[in-house]
């Protein structure tokens, strides 16, 4: 069986993921929307948090491991998601290295990045910029970039298909796979 593709979109918080992922999800109709937050509230939901009943286990490990199980079945996804540390961030590389992943870089300007936060009122004020000191910030390699403040969610996912087209030229995940452990090794 052949694999799943992944579109996996990296950003910050308020960055535009979501809003990216159903404008994709419109245009290719073969894809599943797949998100960080909405799984991280079925996590939530298995808990008791009053009695402390939780699940010590990071929410994105199992979240890595539904996205791998979904593209070994031959499930296209496009994934909503944070790399938001080392933890996070390895754990996602290690997990997908061997399924077909296309990278995509989310941005957005600081100011809309709090602009944004404000309005939707569920997010802390201040997680963006927090996560901007890791996120992008770790020899990450793309395969395409997208700037939500400036393009619409209509351009962006436009400039994500134009590069989604070419499997061949899909190199971003690989490559940060290589350059991102030779940074860490590099730390140790």
């Not at 296309?102 to 004020?125: N, S, T």
């Not at 997680?127 to 996120?135: A, E, G, H, T």
């Not at 395969?143 to 994500?160: G, L, P, Q, R, Y």
Request: net charge negative; hydrophobic share 35%; glycine share 4%.
């Amino acid at each position: 069986m052949e694999k799943g593709k992944i579109i996996l979109l990296n950003g910050v918080s308020s960055s535009g993921k979501t809003t990216l992922s159903k404008e994709l999800v419109k245009i290719l109709p073969d894809y599943f929307h797949f998100s960080v937050d909405e799984f991280d509230f079925l996590i939530e939901q298995m808990e008791d948090r009053e009695n402390n009943r939780l699940i010590h286990v990071s929410t994105e490990y199992y979240f890595h491991q539904n996205i791998k199980m979904f593209s070994d079945s031959g499930i296209n996804l496009i994934v909503d998601h944070v790399l938001h540390n080392e933890e996070t961030l390895l754990d996602c590389l290690n997990s997908l290295k061997d399924n077909p992943v296309f990278f995509v870089g989310v941005h957005c300007p600081i100011v809309e990045l709090e602009k944004r936060e404000k309005a939707r009122g569920d997010r802390q004020i201040g997680l963006s910029r927090k996560q901007l000191n890791y996120v992008h910030n770790q020899n990450e390699s793309y395969d395409v970039e997208v700037n939500t403040f400036d393009n619409s969610s209509e351009e962006c996912a436009k400039s994500v298909i134009k590069k989604l087209a070419d499997v061949e030229q899909w190199a971003g995940w690989l490559t940060s796979i290589n350059n991102i452990n030779l940074a860490f090794e590099g730390k140790k």
